[in-house]
């Protein structure tokens, strides 16, 4: 719900928000050029300034003052009246203040985009629609990065999101400031807010008579500091009846020109102080390096649009067409998918297609979307699991979401999953837990699907079938990635000697000849993001680390050769110029920070998103590597590769462990015998990357954890600060 309030606004009001946003940005220069300009104070009075200026420009009618310190009169020549600064010192004209000028444009544009009133309430609940996305935005915000205490923790979002995330996190308070200050300033224009400006001073009754003062003369503006005017408005020429109008931030009265004293002051209410700041705040006057921040801030605003709209189409994408589904207040059963790159939907919608054809009426949607459905008689949760046992995309606030939901519908969960990960379908079991202790009873025993296998789920689906009493044929038609070609040109082959087979396969983007290449795009990529891809007769996905990023001009991953292993035993027989279809999952929770000390723990080709890292690594970072292997002579991968990374001052310090010969040590050895200096680089503001098998990790968790726990640190807590990261198999 609050995505929607959030992204469907900035769809329809887009293009009007850029120009609101673009034209503001350009308005708040113009207090900071008044502020540039305007003369230094000298702690005249009114009077003071009035006298010097009537001296020097006869006919002067007005004198005002901005909140930024220009002073400007209004003087009457010959058939019209002409508007001049006024250097305060000496009363001169300094320059004329031209109407029509390029602020005043921008301005005009800003408020009613030419179109009179009709454009100012264009522009005002446009004003409105920003405070909305602004807030809906926060509020994402906060359960992106894991809750509002976490709205300072690094954003590791790839692509368009990653940037949206970054952009939105730095200017929103200005953008909401903007937004909400304008859409007041419009209430109070349109009369539904009373903003104190109606308030006025009456005229005097009675003006003392007799010859009048000149203007330095007068008492009461030498009262008033010339840093607290706004106007002063002169009276008629030889009207002896007539009196100066003064105004200031905090009232107006009359000044008679006899005897020099106040009449009839009006001190301004509260109202019109919440005006005269909610004006400064918008329009920076006043306030110009605030306004100025606010200008900066609406310039995100073309990012924030272009990013939100890629972010719009990609998820649009990855949804399947659901023809069928029911609202959720009708609905007779409710499919709910928890899916992080999209293929989770397209079960759910052959699933929903299939019970549709027999008159059910079925509700699809996101598990973060959990509602409440009075006509359904169950709920079907499928859900993926992303990495070890996390949350997919479209599942990361289920849990909080039940802890409210009190509806207790029977459920059944499918859960998908890797086999090959220690948490097998992790996050349905913490799912079924939460579900069981919310008091919510399952219709069918949790199932598992194992690396999307059809076999599997329609073993399911028949379950289910049964249980309803129905014939269920199930049309599958999963959504693939978009697939690039590559073409293999160049691999290392290590480890025949200790029986474990290891590839380096080096790749290149494969560009068709003619008009084609000419269009076909790069994609981008980053190392420890992930290469996908599945061999030819199978429909099992599966994904390797990238050990290259688009600036190194190839594609390159790390395979060992698994017994039986289908995919690995396909790459590693791939001849040189061979062409394989791939596509690039980004991985980007799995990155070094960008400043401090970085830790890297690899065994066996989880060196190689290492090798990644290590390629754009700035000399005298401080990186270190511990690698682990079985033999130098056979398996020692990238060996030339860490010596230039030494050599080159990219890595400061490399430590290896080979468990068949020496010492027949492993990674985890290593990191016991350095446990003080690997705590001091901790505390230094460290980070520690693990790459390698999950029996690997688990014996590395374990040594930090004992080196850390005499300080007071720990690995969940390192984790929890994004500086403890794992990319196991």
């Excluded at 290891?502 to 076909?520: C, D, K, M």
């Excluded at 061999?535 to 390797?544: A, E, I, K, M, N």
């Excluded at 290896?656 to 020496?662: E, H, I, K």
């Excluded at 990357?689 to 990790?697: N, P, Q, T």
Aim: net charge positive; proline share 5%.
């Amino acid at each position: 719900m609050v995505r929607h309030l959030h992204s469907l606004p900035g769809l329809i009001f887009g293009l009007i928000l850029l120009v609101l946003a673009s034209t503001g940005s350009i308005l708040a220069l113009a207090p900071m050029l008044d502020r540039v300009q305007a003369p230094a104070a000298t702690g005249q009075s009114v009077a003071d300034v009035a006298a010097l200026a009537v001296a020097e420009n006869p006919g002067l009618t007005r004198l005002h003052r901005s909140p930024n310190g220009v002073i400007s009169a209004s003087v009457k020549a010959k058939l019209f009246f002409q508007m001049v600064t006024i250097d305060p010192s000496t009363g001169k004209a300094t320059g004329h203040v031209g109407a029509g000028g390029f602020f005043d444009w921008i301005k005009e544009l800003h408020r009613s985009f030419f179109l009179d009133q009709t454009g100012h309430g264009i522009a005002g609940l446009s004003a409105g629609v920003m405070v909305l996305m602004a807030f809906s935005g926060l509020v994402l915000l906060a359960a992106a990065l894991g809750g509002w205490r976490r709205m300072g923790q690094r954003v590791r979002a790839p692509g368009a999101r990653g940037w949206h995330t970054r952009v939105a996190r730095i200017a929103v308070v200005g953008l909401f400031v903007s937004a909400l200050t304008g859409g007041y300033m419009s209430l109070a224009a349109f009369g539904f807010i009373n903003d104190g400006t109606q308030v006025e001073a009456p005229f005097p009754d009675k003006v003392a008579t007799g010859s009048a003062l000149a203007v330095g003369q007068l008492q009461a503006l030498q009262a008033v500091p010339l840093a607290d005017l706004r106007d002063l408005t002169f009276p008629a020429a030889g009207d002896p009846t007539d009196a100066f109008l003064i105004q200031t931030a905090t009232g107006e009265g009359y000044v008679d020109q006899v005897s020099g004293q106040i009449a009839n002051w009006t001190t301004y209410g509260s109202a019109r102080q919440v005006w005269e700041m909610i004006y400064k705040l918008h329009t920076g006057q006043g306030l110009w390096m605030v306004g100025l921040l606010l200008g900066l801030s609406a310039l995100a605003v073309p990012v924030l649009f272009a990013t939100g709209t890629a972010i719009w189409w990609v998820r649009r994408r990855a949804m399947p067409r659901l023809r069928h589904t029911a609202r959720a207040l009708v609905a007779d059963l409710v499919i709910l998918v928890g899916s992080e790159g999209g293929t989770t939907w397209g079960y759910a919608a052959a699933l929903a297609e299939a019970l549709h054809k027999h008159d059910l009426k079925v509700h699809v949607a996101a598990m973060n979307d959990l509602g409440h459905y009075p006509q359904a008689g169950g709920v079907i949760l499928m859900t993926s699991t992303y990495g070890d046992g996390v949350a997919p995309a479209s599942a990361a606030r289920f849990l909080d979401k039940l802890t409210h939901n009190e509806s207790g519908l029977p459920v059944a969960i499918l859960a998908f999953g890797d086999r090959m990960f220690a948490s097998f379908c992790g996050y349905g079991d913490q799912v079924r837990a939460a579900l069981d202790v919310a008091g919510w009873p399952s219709f069918l025993p949790m199932a598992r699907v194992d690396r999307q296998s059809a076999a599997d789920f329609n073993a399911w689906v028949q379950d289910l079938g049964a249980l309803l009493g129905l014939t269920l044929k199930i049309d599958l038609q999963i959504q693939r990635p978009r697939m690039m070609r590559l073409e293999l040109v160049a691999r290392d082959d290590y480890g025949q000697q200790v029986q474990a087979p290891t590839t380096v396969l080096r790749f290149r983007a494969h560009r068709p000849s003619g008009w084609r290449g000419f269009f076909t795009r790069r994609p981008a990529y980053a190392a420890g993001d992930l290469l996908g891809m599945m061999p030819p007769g199978s429909d099992v996905l599966r994904l390797y680390s990238l050990a290259s990023s688009r600036r190194d001009g190839f594609v390159e991953i790390a395979v060992r050769k698994m017994p039986g292993g289908f995919c690995s035993g396909w790459l590693h027989d791939l001849a040189l110029g061979a062409q394989i279809d791939a596509f690039i999952r980004p991985n980007p929770a799995f990155r070094p920070q960008s400043k401090g000390p970085v830790i890297m723990i690899a065994a066996g080709t989880g060196l190689g998103p290492m090798v990644g890292f290590l390629r754009a690594m700035r000399q005298g970072r401080g990186a270190e590597l511990y690698f682990g292997a079985r033999d130098p002579a056979s398996d020692y991968l990238y060996e030339q590769v860490l010596a230039e990374a030494l050599a080159q001052g990219r890595l400061s310090r490399l430590t290896t462990a080979f468990s068949r010969v020496q010492d027949r040590a492993y990674v985890q050895d290593r990191l016991r015998g350095d446990a003080e200096h690997l705590a001091t680089q901790i505390k230094r503001g460290g980070q520690v990357l693990v790459c390698g098998s999950i029996a690997m990790a688990r014996a590395v968790a374990v040594e930090f954890e004992t080196a850390l726990a005499p300080f007071g640190l720990s690995v969940a807590a390192l984790r929890a600060e994004g500086r403890y990261l794992e990319d196991v198999y």
